[in-house]
């Protein structure tokens, strides 16, 4: 975009920002009369208004729906708005979340310390640019004529000036940039060529502004990870990003025509169903396991469209509501069950002391379970937010971790927990390896019938390799491949007093992520499970 297109906008909007802010200046609360008129100017005029109060609450969106206002995200760290809050105005070019475009956003305080804000559509600056484009290039044909018809009325008298002039439009029509000017001897004729040569210059200075705004479109367009193809009306490619090439896996270069460059039918007629628009709105559409959201603007006789891949997001979206879900459910039981209970309680002074006692111990084992229910929740959270770069600060001393484990699991009735491990220091958190060893045991304790869990760390090549052994039952095949996923139980305890939260494996899984590993399920010598997680130390 260049910067005149920009001026040009900003003066036209501070123009309409001070008519309409008559309509403003005494607004400190949702206004529906106001909201009224400006959703309909909007609706018109695709100008959006925003009236923002001293501390970032929205009070009018004319392109929001009114109910839906109060709603809205707190606008005072959105760039205009802060720039109004501390100089008087601001400006910027973003990506609206609330409309799903791309904005031009002019904002300035009223008197009473709220701030109103204008927005138009990026494409309205597009519109511009392509005004002054066709201004220039109407002077440019203004020139040209004008240039031919004073040599046309001078022909019979200044023969020789005239054959220079020509020489001169001809190489301007030619497009040379490096032109050589004649020196006349008439007056008359050497002002008419000064005149020439100044608008020949300025000229250049026009189109160096234009090749230099269009290079640094063409390099935001070439770092953006939104997929880019602009053609003309025949579906001819005028430009293409490389997101756009490797988002299709697609060969193609500027000249080629879309669809006979595409040897991909499905592939064709996915861009075909698209090309025969002529605007699309961010529209979801879904292709070959991917979601793409797709926008397409006509302008004039080219046709540019943005797709952006949200598969991820999408996935995402789908995963939270179903986490949400899991979740509610499994905080249901528990609360249930405390609530019936107390209520019971409250409301029965006549139960005898063995049943009231039974009853606070069901409340007790309740709030228990709810307790590790949260635990488990917040720790998987924590794990999920780490990411793959992250530093070991300190190392673990096996043999330590070993002493302290064994003096956690001494008190352990009806089983033994016996460790071997090797005598070495390791780049992993202590936290995490604690976490691992504590949820793989604690379900080897809960859900196997033996009296006795092994567990190993042992060093193999560039891996920690944790392995807890039990005396079954063995994981049915048709479970091991579940049993990792968010509240995922696949048997009973064999202690009542004993409830896993669904949620021990899914850590694990997690935390060997973090360290490049995997976690394994096998069968061992006893018949029962061998859980093994390979660790591989942070440097």
């Known amino acids: ?225 939104e997929g880019i193809i602009l053609t003309d009306l025949d579906n001819n490619i005028i430009h293409v990003n490389d997101s756009f090439l490797e988002l299709f896996d697609v060969n193609l270069k500027i000249g080629d025509n879309l669809h006979k460059a595409l040897n991909d039918a499905e592939l064709i007629n996915f861009f075909d169903d698209i090309m025969q628009k002529d605007n699309i709105k961010r529209t979801q559409i879904p292709f070959r396991e991917k979601v793409f959201e797709v926008y397409l603007n006509t302008l004039d006789s080219q046709k540019l469209v943005i797709i952006h891949d949200i598969t991820g997001r999408i996935k995402y979206e789908l995963f939270k509501a179903e986490l949400t879900g899991n979740i509610s459910h499994e905080l249901k039981t528990p609360i249930s069950m405390i609530m019936n209970y107390a209520e019971t309680l409250i409301s029965n002074d006549s139960l005898d002391t063995k049943t009231r006692k039974k009853f606070l111990q069901t409340i007790y084992s309740s709030s228990n379970r709810l307790n590790e229910l949260i635990n488990d929740i917040v720790e998987l959270h924590k794990l999920e937010s780490v990411g793959d770069d992250f530093e070991v600060d300190e190392s673990v001393n096996l043999v330590q971790m070993k002493e302290d484990l064994e003096t956690l699991y001494s008190a352990t009735k009806g089983i033994s927990v016996n460790f071997q491990v090797d005598d070495l220091n390791v780049n992993i958190f202590n936290e995490h390896l604690y976490s691992i060893i504590t949820n793989l045991v604690d379900n080897a304790v809960k859900y196997s019938d033996g009296d006795k869990i092994d567990v190993f760390l042992k060093k193999s090549g560039d891996y920690l390799v944790v392995t807890v052994d039990d005396e079954g039952p063995r994981i049915p095949e048709a479970d091991r491949d579940r049993i990792f996923e968010r509240f995922y139980t696949c048997s009973k305890s064999r202690n009542k007093q004993y409830s896993g939260t669904g949620l021990g494996l899914s850590i694990v899984k997690h935390i060997a992520s973090l360290y490049e590993g995997v976690v394994k399920l096998k069968t061992n010598s006893y018949g029962g499970n061998s859980f093994q997680v390979y660790l591989k130390g942070k440097v």
Do not use: C
């Not at 975009?1 to 900003?10: C, F, K, P």
């Not at 409309?99 to 559509?121: C, D, I, Q």
């Not at 511009?128 to 009325?153: D, K, P, R, W, Y």
């Open 1 to 225: 975009m260049s910067g005149e297109a920009r001026n040009q906008l900003l003066q036209d909007t501070k123009q309409k920002w001070t008519i309409a802010s008559e309509d403003f200046i005494d607004v400190n609360e949702r206004d529906t009369a106001i909201y009224e008129k400006y959703s309909n100017i909007s609706e018109e005029t695709s100008l959006r208004f925003t009236l923002i109060d001293k501390s970032g609450r929205v009070l009018i969106d004319s392109d929001v729906g009114y109910s839906e206002i109060q709603h809205l995200d707190n606008h005072a760290n959105r760039p205009e708005i802060k720039a109004a809050y501390a100089k008087g105005e601001g400006s910027s070019i973003r990506y609206s979340k609330t409309v799903n475009e791309k904005l031009f956003y002019f904002a300035k305080t009223l008197p009473n310390g709220n701030v109103l804000r204008l927005a138009y559509p990026l494409f309205y600056l597009t519109e511009i640019e392509n005004s002054i484009n066709l201004q220039m290039s109407i002077v440019f044909a203004v020139l040209t004529i004008t240039i031919g018809i004073i040599a046309a009325l001078l022909a019979r008298k200044f023969s020789l000036p005239i054959q220079k002039l020509n020489y001169i439009a001809d190489n301007i029509e030619d497009g040379k940039t490096n032109i050589h000017f004649p020196r006349f001897r008439d007056a008359h004729m050497a002002k008419i060529a000064s005149l020439i040569y100044k608008i020949y210059n300025a000229m250049l200075q026009k189109q160096n502004t234009i090749k230099n705004e269009q290079e640094k479109l063409k390099l935001i367009f070439t770092v953006m990870d």
